[in-house]
């Protein structure tokens, strides 16, 4: 057997924003329209679909960022959201943001999330997850974003988990249009969701 090893990394222009970034975003729109240049620029540097993801503290400091990943890594699970968790975890060294319950972190997304996305956002530990673009957004681009719950805002909320949608929304389906019109590679669109 052959041992392969996944690295996860950032781009070097996605790790250049993060570290220009503002040392405190004031506002839900600052930290998304940041949020929605990492999805456009990952579409600019033609690294992988137009979705880009940050985890913020309650403070509004920047955590971590994640843009998608699939097509350069060839990995599925390389997704923003996916990403921006992942990274967060590894710099505060667990794989619990909340640290059982002391801290509050939002995780920020440029669409809402799809399928696998939504389902690691609870055990994740973050307390808030606000959207720009929505599922349907994606979907009318040829994304096909998995079976979600019905009430997947409802089921989040149950968790203690508070949802923000729409944020800015008209911006991320922006980039997803302009991604589309490029001829953009929709990776995944094959199968129906509910």
Same mark, same amino acid.
């Given at each position: 057997?052959?041992m392969?090893e996944l690295?996860?990394a950032l781009p ?5 924003m993060? *570290?220009?970034?503002?040392?405190v975003?004031a506002?839900?729109?600052d930290?998304? =329209?940041?949020v929605?240049e ?10 992988g679909?137009?979705?880009?993801a ?7 400091e920047?955590l ?6 699939v ?9 923003a ?10 710099r505060?060294g667990?794989?619990? /943001?909340?640290q *059982?319950g002391?801290?509050?972190?939002? /995780?920020y ?9 939504f ?9 808030g997850?606000?959207c720009?673009? %929505? *599922?349907?957004?994606?979907r ?6 998995g079976?979600?719950? %019905? *009430? ?6 149950a %968790?203690?988990?508070?949802?923000q =949608?729409d944020v ?7 980039v ?5 019109a ?5 990776y995944?669109s094959?199968?129906t969701?509910?």
């Amino acid at each position: 057997m052959v041992m392969v090893e996944l690295h996860i990394a950032l781009p070097d222009w996605a790790a250049s924003m993060a *570290d220009r970034a503002p040392a405190v975003f004031a506002t839900m729109e600052d930290k998304m =329209r940041f949020v929605i240049e990492l999805a456009r620029n990952n579409v600019k540097h033609g690294l992988g679909g137009p979705f880009g993801a940050a985890v913020f503290t309650e403070t509004g400091e920047l955590l971590s960022v994640g843009v998608n990943q699939v097509m350069v890594a060839q990995c599925s699970i390389l997704h923003a959201e996916i990403m921006a968790l992942a990274l967060a975890q590894k710099r505060l060294g667990s794989y619990d /943001l909340s640290q *059982d319950g002391r801290l509050r972190h939002d /995780l920020y997304a440029s669409t809402e999330p799809c399928a696998m996305c939504f389902g690691a956002i609870p055990w994740a530990g973050v307390t808030g997850l606000v959207c720009a673009a %929505r *599922d349907e957004d994606a979907r009318m681009i040829g994304f096909e974003e998995g079976a979600k719950l %019905r *009430d997947w805002v409802g089921a989040l909320h149950a %968790r203690g988990i508070k949802v923000q =949608r729409d944020v800015l929304r008209e911006e991320a389906k922006a980039v997803l249009r302009d991604y589309a019109a490029a001829g953009g590679k929709i990776y995944n669109s094959k199968g129906t969701a509910s």
